[in-house]
């Protein structure tokens, strides 16, 4: 913390800010040190669970440190070939929908930031719209099924092209890019495609960067398109695998009448897909980051 | 909408339907089909009778809705999928479905008409909103092509049983589970070991319950005896439904807004009987004195096992699995001298009763079916592979010589290594929810271990509660009772909990009473009792 | 941050925030006819195409199978119902006192996220904002996103287990001398226990949209706040809070529009009977009514209320915010 402050001294400022600066960036890191300790608990405990003993998990033994050290549980999960099918799955899905959602909500949100564009009003009025009047379950699922899309990427991936909150944000952001520069390059005879792509994106980069981590994260988790339109195990992204497993442990005996209310999933199992299915997120975060640190530096130099 | 409008002729011809009046069938007018089938019988066996190997006289392929179990994962190399077509020339193709949404997705295929021919996994009562859409098949028009289903009728007796399913045009739409005789599974399981330090006996009626948890109190007074699982997402839903049978009543799991009484030939509503506030009063006591856990009505599964492990408490619900899956290893652990075991569910006010029928889940068949060319063939397949000794065994035990043998005693032994249902799930597929249920007494206990097998025969000298008679609503009176049924049950669960829990005072029972009534209760009742007449009438 | 400027004329600082947020908002020429418009920006228009046809098969199509409200739909009928019933679900349901408890429950719960749940955002990213060590707010950063990769089964674990007699809240109690409370069958709870763990779920990554929009703030604004001597308190002042103004009143549109959908999931896995006088919502009164029970009819009844509620709200936001600030959503 002292270091936090001394490097703040290194800006020229008032001497009434230099008051405050003694306290505020201590302040800020105990409650940002508030922030991630409570963040990370819950975190630790899933961590700690995924290499822990089914018994100790069971005598409430486990908290934030493993006890019982295995990784059993792991081998298990991880020699099971359907895991990695779906896994892969998911990866597949997971980036063609970023990309064909990416392509279609960028299009869309820049002509919507478009302020004197006839029709501007019309066709953001369409999009809203959307937000809250839907169709039903059945037919989306009839709709799909009919343009013969079931059993399919695309299943996943076109249905949720555009999700409006993320389009109407990146709007917000075009808007607030300054209009010379477009203006400049119209003149210099670029069409607008050409001002989309040279100029504009490239200006973008961390709402670009932003999107692209949303909609991934998003298609990432989401089982409920594949749980619908796929039909057979080898088609399944790896959360469904997952809900299976935590959802069909916990109903397992709720029917109450059946057989087959079979041992039940074993706490650390959960545990261990649900690390091996957090893990990419985790690991590829870092270098989208960067693009924020790039966007930052890029609106800094631009001014 | 084919099979609803048309008037059917009975015929007396054939041995299935003779079976069937035999059996003294007396809610239904099953009969031969009076349909033209002769444009559906490609691959169908002609002399198709009870105990004939089923096979297709031309390779078939059906289609069927596949409820996937995540502790054994659908796998298309099970030996289960080779020696089904090899013994039957039939394939299945299979949509798979994980387990834990299996209902949603199939009544999402039901509602856009995408849905499999077979449909398995239906409970009880499921089958109800796709009925009026003509959606699925009156199966029980097409009894006379299913030789193995109808003698299990007849043999067992199971008339009465087939005709709660009936709906208000006497048919049935789902081809159930079929057992010998009542199986009940889940019952307390309690710490032995402890009662014996204490010598206390094995209780044997809910009083017992009291004073054996009792002892368990004043011996260890940190300790809440009983601190029960099994309470997502109903509520207390175990112990409910084993306590209420007890008290001749039903909560929990078995909750239903009408309860049958039989002395007065009517339907009452179950949350405002007396003996469903004995019951919640018996259980308020409990709680009040420190022997039952509050949080054990609604806390996780893993919650109440970490409570028993750790002796927090010494008593929580079981079935047979969840002593040998979850209780004796969780216990082996903290303390391996532990001994815990499933008592015979206590007797009560009522007697040494127990509830139960002998429907298990079953299957729908989506109308579509009836249309296609080898839609007699696919009756006789899901007869053969459901209903038939030999199907039944199939699909619980596999293959003789590879998974297991039997010894000239009739005991089954497993090969090949396996210990236990799991390997024979996991690495063969039989012993599949999806395909074994049901069956013989000697078949179901072929897998019990001796423990379960002593267990089942303490409860099969329990009086079984009579069955409710069927009072199937019309789909205007369907629609109505839906809305009012949910409110209901709602505010008895919640109410009932209250009671329990002593956040109210039983002087308010009457007030509870009121509020029911506010939510249409004698409404509810009086339409339910008017449909058991009604059908009593017209099909009596 | 502080990237290394060659600032040159620090020009119109204090106003630039603002302008930026209006960015390019010219009094409309004058009226153009559709020809014109086409063959001047018939480029913009082509982008538009797709998204369009999105909108038009995946959103608008479907939309017809909401009929079934006034229809009489039985599953494996026609999907658009079988006979007209006019409006009789939504007598049904405007009749039901059930549904008028769960609805205030809605409204309750959704209010009480959006005070909670959209601010705190905004000060985490000022907090992460001023924390001068990169690495440092990096790491707070990524931790603080986790959550939101979490499926909601494992939270609502997570909530069930802090929540529990022995669980972390009751030992604090304990430690205080004070009694344990059973928080999950208490409904006087329900609202904090929901609304805190929304908030520990959205925090961290709401913050991102706020991040990225104080990243287009002209740091020549600061470098002018600084010469004029403004401390830090007034630069985010004056400065930072007007740089993001437009995400803030598209998030909080955008959030008044939908918090009527409150997570349903969640509180189908937290709630229980006991808890139903404030758990209860809409969405779980309707699937419990509705889809259990294949009611479709019914709730699709009722989505179309609330979804027609959303739309009252979201226009009304968008209104008064274009009056009162001059930002707005169109």
């Known amino acids: 913390m002292v270091t936090v402050r001394t490097r703040s001294w290194s800006r020229p400022r008032s001497i009434a800010d230099a008051e405050r600066g003694r306290v505020f960036p201590v302040v800020n890191a105990v409650l940002l040190s508030i922030v991630v300790l409570v963040t990370v608990y819950p975190f630790a405990t899933i961590v700690a669970r995924s290499f822990s003993g089914e018994g100790e998990i069971r005598s409430g033994q486990v908290s934030v440190i493993p006890r019982g050290f295995n990784l059993t549980t792991y081998k298990l999960v991880m020699s099971d070939a359907t895991f990695w099918v779906n896994y892969r799955n998911t990866v597949v899905y997971t980036v063609t929908a970023t990309v064909v959602a990416m392509v279609l909500t960028t299009c869309y949100a820049y002509v919507l930031s478009k302020k004197n564009l006839k029709g501007r009003g019309a066709l953001i009025g369409i999009a809203v719209f959307t937000m809250f009047f839907t169709g039903g379950l059945i037919p989306n699922y009839v709709l799909v099924t009919s343009l013969g899309l079931k059993n399919s990427v695309w299943a996943i991936a076109l249905p949720n092209a555009i999700n409006v909150f993320n389009l109407l944000v990146m709007k917000a952001f075009f808007e607030s890019l300054p209009g010379d520069l477009e203006e400049a390059a119209a003149v210099d005879g670029l069409s607008t495609y050409g001002i989309l792509l040279r100029i504009v994106l490239p200006l973008s980069k961390a709402v670009i960067a932003t999107m692209v981590l949303f909609y991934s994260v998003t298609f990432w988790n989401s089982w409920f398109s594949a749980f619908l339109y796929m039909d057979r195990v080898d088609l399944f992204p790896v959360t469904v695998y997952l809900r299976n497993l935590i959802a069909g442990a916990a109903t397992a005996t709720s029917v109450g009448s059946s057989k087959d209310s079979l041992a039940q999933t074993a706490a650390n199992i959960q545990a261990v897909t649900m690390v091996l299915t957090v893990l990419p997120i985790m690991l590829v975060y870092p270098f989208i980051q960067r693009y924020f640190v790039s966007g930052v530096m890029l609106g800094a130099v631009k001014g | ?540 | 941050m502080s990237a290394p400027v060659t600032s040159d004329p620090p020009a119109a600082a204090p106003e630039a925030g603002q302008a930026l947020a209006r960015a390019a908002r010219p009094a409309p020429v004058r009226r153009r006819t559709w020809r014109q418009a086409f063959r001047r920006d018939w480029q913009l228009y082509s982008l538009a195409v797709l998204p369009l046809v999105f909108f038009v098969v995946f959103r608008y199509l479907p939309m017809a199978g909401n009929v079934i409200a006034f229809r009489r739909f039985q599953p494996g009928g026609s999907i658009f119902g079988d006979q007209w019933v006019g409006l009789r679900y939504v007598r049904l349901f405007l009749h039901d006192p059930t549904f008028w408890k769960v609805f205030g429950n809605t409204l309750t719960l959704g209010v009480l996220s959006l005070l909670v749940c959209f601010p705190l955002p905004i000060v985490l990213a000022l907090l992460l904002n001023e924390m001068r060590r990169r690495r440092l707010k990096r790491f707070v950063q990524s931790v603080s996103y986790l959550p939101h990769f979490l499926s909601i089964v494992v939270v609502a674990g997570f909530i069930l287990q802090i929540t529990a007699v022995d669980g972390t809240v009751n030992q604090v109690l304990k430690g205080l001398g004070h009694a344990p409370i059973t928080f999950i069958q208490q409904p006087e709870w329900f609202r904090a226990i929901y609304v805190s763990s929304e908030a520990w779920q959205t925090v961290g990554w709401g913050s991102i949209l706020y991040l990225a929009a104080l990243t287009t703030i002209d740091s020549d604004l600061y470098e002018a706040a600084r010469i004029d001597g403004a401390s830090r308190w007034r630069q985010t002042w004056h400065v930072t809070l007007p740089g993001i103004r437009p995400t803030m009143i598209t998030l909080l549109i955008l959030n008044i529009g939908t918090f009527m959908a409150v997570g349903f999931e969640k509180i189908l896995l937290i709630y229980n009977p006991l808890t139903y006088p404030t758990a209860d919502v809409i969405s779980t009164y309707v699937y419990r009514m509705g889809v259990v029970s294949n009611s479709f009819s019914y709730a699709a009844a009722i989505g179309l209320f609330e979804a027609i509620i959303g739309l009252v709200l979201v226009f009304t936001a968008n209104q008064i915010s274009r009056r009162a600030v001059g930002t707005s959503l169109w």
């Open chain 2, 1 to 540: 909408m084919l099979p609803m409008t048309r008037r059917r002729v009975l015929l007396t011809a054939g041995a299935a339907t003779a079976a069937l009046a035999a059996a003294g069938c007396d809610g239904g007018d099953d009969s031969a089909t009076t349909e033209d089938l002769s444009g559906n019988r490609t691959g169908a066996m002609p002399d198709f009778k009870a105990g004939t190997q089923f096979t297709a006289t031309t390779p078939l392929t059906f289609s069927i809705l596949y409820s996937n179990h995540a502790d054994y994962p659908l796998n298309k190399d099970w030996l289960f999928w080779k020696e089904l077509t090899k013994r039957t020339n039939v394939t299945l193709t299979t949509v798979a479905v994980p387990r834990s949404d299996y209902e949603q997705k199939r009544s999402l295929l039901i509602g856009a008409g995408d849905a499999p021919t077979i449909i398995p996994k239906t409970y009880r009562d499921q089958e109800i909103p796709f009925v009026s859409s003509g959606a699925i098949l009156a199966v029980s028009d097409y009894l006379d092509l299913m030789p193995n289903f109808t003698t299990k009728i007849a043999k067992w007796n199971l008339g009465a049983d087939l005709d709660t399913i009936r709906r208000t045009d006497g048919k049935f739409y789902v081809l159930p589970g079929v057992h010998e005789e009542v199986w009940t599974d889940y019952s307390v399981a309690m710490r032995t070991d402890v009662l014996d330090k204490l010598r206390e006996p094995v209780p044997r009626t809910w009083d017992d319950v009291h004073d054996a948890l009792a002892a368990m109190k004043s011996a260890y007074p940190a300790t809440i005896p009983f601190s029960d699982r099994f309470g997502i997402p109903t509520p207390g839903g175990c112990l409910l439904s084993v306590i209420s049978a007890a008290y001749n009543t039903a909560a929990g799991w078995d909750y239903q807004n009408a309860y049958w009484r039989p002395a007065q030939k009517k339907f009452v509503f179950t949350g405002a009987m007396d003996e469903y506030r004995n019951m919640l009063q018996f259980l308020n006591t409990l709680v009040r004195a420190g022997l039952m856990d509050r949080e054990g009505f609604t806390q996780e599964d893993d919650a109440a096992i970490q409570k028993l492990a750790t002796e927090k408490s010494f008593a929580i619900c079981a079935n047979a699995q969840s002593i040998v899956n979850d209780y004796r290893p969780a216990l082996a652990k903290t303390h391996p001298e532990a001994k815990v075991a499933k008592i015979p569910q206590p007797a009560g006010p009522a007697g040494n009763v127990r509830r139960g029928g002998r429907l298990e889940n079953g299957v729908m068949i989506s109308s579509k079916a009836r249309q296609s060319k080898d839609f007699v063939a696919m009756m006789q397949f899901i007869d053969w592979l459901w209903y038939s000794d030999e199907g039944e065994e199939f699909a619980r035990w596999g293959v003789p010589g590879v998974t297991y043998t039997k010894t000239p005693a009739g005991e089954y032994r497993y090969l090949n290594g396996l210990d236990g249902t799991l390997p024979l799930q996991q690495k063969y597929g039989f012993f599949n929810g999806v395909f074994a249920y049901g069956g013989s007494t000697q078949l179901l206990e072929s897998m019990f271990s001796e423990e379960e097998k002593e267990f089942q025969k303490a409860v099969n000298a329990k009086t079984t509660l009579p069955l409710a008679p069927p009072h199937p609503l019309t789909d205007e009176e369907q629609e109505r009772a839906t809305l009012w049924e949910t409110p209901l049950k709602d505010f008895v669960a919640a109410a009932s909990l209250q009671f329990i829990l002593g956040q109210r005072d039983f002087a308010q029972w009457d007030a509870y009473l009121q509020e029911l009534e506010t939510k249409n209760m004698s409404a509810y009742i009086d339409l339910i009792n008017e449909a058991y007449q009604r059908y009593a009438k017209d099909h009596g």
